[in-house]
């Protein structure tokens, strides 16, 4: 028995393969990543079911596109992170972390897809019937175009998708399906892989569109969806701060529309809400009269989304100061506070600096160093920027503000939100139009900037 089966080795991070433990993974440079498993070689060395039915070539003119037509799933945010709605046919993973609120969305998508007469199979490997219908009570009301089905056994699961045909599928969890051919546990790798390998022998050969679910875990035995991010076509995470509320949707691989759009929710008693305008939802709350705060702006996909930079200066007690950054690049706020102390003129190698993006928003953007430089200065100066100014712009090295993309939907987006000054880079001023009732201050170096904020702050 045990001569057919094989012993190799999968890193849980990458999925790369060896033949022997090692203790450090040469494919993602992680550490202690390695278990063993066993597969059996018949199995490993191809999947024999692609045999089964060949296929011809055909023209490229000659493929029909009207079947292809994307299915809107009625939440607004989600469709637009898709690329515009659900490609029929096709994979999509949704990973993240444990009770982020994956199973939430997907019975939402399901629900919506249901009244509108699509017919939907939702599969849990997780829940009982009993669990998702106490969901569901809370999300509201249901047709009966939806089936659900417990399932773990894929073998099954094909079958019944081949008997009912559902038009979308929804696999919850991928970490709980088991194939009977692979004998290692459910959620390794190897079963993770085959897994995935018949649900997109399923989409691809019936045209169903299956959503799957994948925890993301840092450690332990389960494989996280890391190592099939490169079978399925569209990989959006699921992400934020479990205490706040908002969940940020984002789209990491599509083959089917761009992968920089976001999607922006709310966690509700009543299910997941959108967030038609996260620039108003990022600046709730937002202190009157601070030093130490302005708002900044950063483009998420075609979005501009204005956030809070919060920074607080102080006196460091040691020798060596302490820079916190959170939200956004640590290097990047050294950097720029490297530029200030050379091209400004601030002292402030002997200060503390933590900076932080309000609202527990990630933004790497570099639109958002003026932001960041304003912050510093305003805490550093005690200078109270007025909650009506916003700024963005790249630095450079030696000062300079740069011009960065979509200028002039930022300031729409600032003047929509009532914002009455906008300090922005110079060289921006061609792409920007000139807009009533708001103030375009243009900047060359930050330092124009500083000056700018002293006079009126
Ligand atoms: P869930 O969708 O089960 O997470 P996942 O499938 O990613 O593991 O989300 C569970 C969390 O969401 C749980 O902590 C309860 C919370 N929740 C709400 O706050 N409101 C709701 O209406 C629902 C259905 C869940
Ligand atoms: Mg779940």
């Known amino acids: 028995m045990l001569k057919n089966k094989k012993i190799v080795y999968f890193c849980q991070e990458c999925g790369y393969e060896s033949t022997k433990w090692m203790g450090q993974c040469p494919g993602c440079k992680a550490w202690n990543t390695f278990v063993e498993e066993a597969v059996s070689p018949k199995k490993s060395s191809g999947s024999g079911k692609s045999q089964e039915k060949r296929q011809e070539p055909v023209m490229l003119k000659d493929i029909n596109l009207t079947e292809d037509e994307r299915q809107t799933c009625g939440i607004g945010e989600l469709d637009r992170v898709l690329g515009g709605g659900i490609v029929p046919g096709s994979l999509v993973l949704v990973g993240g972390d444990p009770g982020i609120g994956k199973s939430t969305l997907l ?14 199979l939702y599969i849990s490997g ?120 908002y969940r940020i949707l984002r789209a990491v691989k599509n083959r089917f529309g761009s992968t920089n759009e976001i999607g922006v929710f709310e966690m509700r008693n009543i299910g997941l809400e959108e967030v038609k305008n996260p620039s108003e939802f990022m ?76 609202g527990g928003m990630k ?58 000054t906008v300090i922005l880079p110079e060289v921006c001023k061609s792409s920007v139009e000139k807009t009533q009732g708001i103030r375009l201050v243009y900047v060359s170096q930050v330092q124009d900037a500083i000056s700018y904020i002293m006079k009126h702050g």
């Open 107 to 120: 019975l939402q998508v399901c629900r919506n897809l249901a009244q509108k007469d699509v017919s939907v």
């Open 283 to 358: 600046l709730n709350g937002r202190p009157k009269d601070a030093s130490g705060s302005v708002v900044a702006c950063s483009m998420e996909g075609t979005r501009p989304i204005l956030v809070e930079i919060q920074a607080l200066i102080c006196q460091s007690n040691f020798g060596i100061p302490r820079r916190t950054a959170v939200g956004t690049d640590f290097n990047r706020v050294n950097l720029l506070m490297a530029v200030l102390e050379r091209k400004v003129g601030v002292h402030l190698a002997s200060s503390d600096a933590y900076v932080n993006i309000a």
């Open 126 to 245: 997780e829940e009982s019937l009993r669990q998702i219908k106490l969901r569901a009570n809370r999300i509201g009301d249901f047709t009966d175009k939806l089936q659900l089905l417990c399932e773990t056994n894929l073998e099954a699961i094909r079958e019944i998708i081949e008997r009912k045909k559902p038009d979308v599928a929804v696999v919850d969890s991928i970490q709980t399906m088991f194939h009977e051919d692979i004998s290692s546990a459910p959620g390794s790798v190897s079963q993770v892989r085959e897994s995935t390998n018949v649900l997109m022998q399923i989409a691809k050969g019936m045209g169903v569109s299956i959503f799957i679910v994948g925890h993301v875990t840092k450690e332990g035995n389960v494989a996280g969806p890391r190592v099939l991010e490169h079978m399925v076509d569209t990989v959006l995470y699921f992400e934020g701060d479990r205490h706040a509320s």
């Open 363 to 420: 933004m790497t953007e570099p639109a958002i160093d003026l932001g960041i430089c304003l912050a510093i200065v305003s805490s550093f100066k005690d200078i109270v920027i007025p909650d009506t100014v916003m700024a963005f712009g790249e630095i450079g090295l030696s000062g300079e503000v740069r011009a960065v993309s979509m200028a002039g939907q930022r300031v729409q987006e600032a003047k929509k939100l009532g914002f009455e």
